[in-house]
């Protein structure tokens, strides 16, 4: 699990400091998948970036008691002159796969799909093929949970059924902190729901009513 | 796919494994990104050192303050390349890399670290050729005092290091410092007695000329690898290995008080 405690964060802007995150605490279990909502600018991608550990707070701490992922979205944590292939591995270099290469690139060549494009540049990758190889990278090393930034939005449905089903497999083993803009998705993955407004978050046992709070269950 | 639970990596672990998978993407990349790239490595270097000579062969002087031109040469132009390639490719090290910043194990410093232990292998490897060469050629190139030359290679990595820490740092973050001091490194090359032995420069401007820490380390190079080679009395490459320590620790302060910043541009 991810224990947040009395998290501050803020940014400078040309008219002062602008608070974010005030006195955040919250814990998020490794036996639920989590979605993290709220309106834009409510702090979620901060958030998500604090406890991934990539920022740093101003004040307050993020405890990671267990395997986390990096945050996956928007093709984040993948060189963009590098093939494919050439970021498998280096990713499997990174966190300690070395020994299995092998598998872990079979694995995600056939979970991204991307067929001879896994050796061409991911700069030459459309959206949808960024976000499949973003999230093959992440299936083919077992974490305990998964940060998840809107990157379930790109791809085609295909694709969407195939990442929704590879995360219900994993239920009970690992669990993921979902951010997204997507009702019907949230609704789908998640069993409960934070709701991040004016600095603070608010835990809800359910989504519905997490989503009815935001105004979001039309 | 259900491993057994793994152990967790030990932060010394993490760290050799960043420090690996980046040294071999950055190696990858700095001899295949451009078509040649790894020739021109090489003709850099030879490039420089052909001009110097032909010069010297033209009006004819094979010996230069008592040791061989040629060696003289090669020792300075690749002393002085390794520190001056380590700089230059420290200005957008850590801007390179930035995408890769999402993985909370990867630092801005490890890319600086990482380019500069490439930069030192790509410098040992154009002396073992350039060496190789001129034995063929039938100079002696073996060095009188191979200690020293070691110590003289240490000092101006080092440097380098320093150098090039405290670069990345402005080079991200003062874009503009960075460029004028990117322009700097060509007025570096001639203060540094890459052309010339400090001995021949007249003595106003000689003592001016020593506070380059680079000319005592590429001097000092010189002198231990043949031992007729005349250098004045002030060359110390305690004075080198004093300046580059002192930019290491403030290179890697820098990298400390502007880690957050580093990350988010």
Partial sequence: ?218 | MAAAPRRLRTPLEVTLAVWRALFLREAVARVSKERLAWLWLLLEPIGHIAILVVIRVVIRQRVIAGADAVLFYVLGVLAFFMPRNMILRSFDAVAQSSQLYAHRQIKPVDAVLVRAAIEGLVSALLFAIMLGGLALLGTDVAPDDPMRVLAALGALWLAGLGLGLINSVIGELLPDVGRMLRVLLTPLYILSGVMYPTVIVPHPLRDWLLYNPLLHAVEALRAAWMRGYRVPAEISLSYTMAFAIVAVFLGLALQVRFRTRLIAQ
């Avoid at chain 1, 299995?100 to 079979?106: D, T």
């Avoid at chain 1, 085609?156 to 951010?179: H, N, P, Q, Y």
């Fill in chain 1, 1 to 218: 699990m991810i224990v947040v405690e009395n998290l501050h964060k803020r940014y400078s802007t040309p008219h002062g400091p602008r608070w974010v995150l005030r006195d955040l605490s919250i814990t998020f279990p490794r036996d639920r998948n989590v979605a993290l909502l709220g309106r834009n600018g409510a702090g979620k991608s901060t958030l998500m970036r604090l406890m991934a550990g990539t920022d740093t707070a101003d004040r307050g701490r993020v405890e990671r008691r267990c395997r986390v992922s990096w945050p996956i979205g928007h093709a984040r944590g993948v060189q963009r002159t590098m093939t494919g292939r050439q970021n498998a591995r280096f990713i499997c270099r990174l966190y300690g796969f070395e020994a299995e290469v092998k598998e872990r690139l079979e694995f995600i060549n056939g979970f991204a799909e991307l067929g001879d494009a896994f050796d061409q540049a991911v700069e030459t990758y459309s959206a949808g093929m960024r976000a499949r190889l973003s999230f093959a990278l992440t299936f083919a090393f077992d974490f305990d949970m998964y940060l998840i930034d809107e990157g379930m939005a790109v791809g085609d449905a295909a694709f969407r059924r195939k990442a929704s089903r590879a995360f219900k497999e994993r239920a009970g083993r690992s669990a993921m902190v979902l951010v997204s803009h997507s009702a019907s998705l949230v609704r789908d993955l998640c069993q409960a729901a934070v709701v991040l407004d004016d600095g603070k978050a608010r835990w809800f046992d359910s989504v519905d009513e997490a989503l009815r709070v935001l105004g979001m269950d039309e």
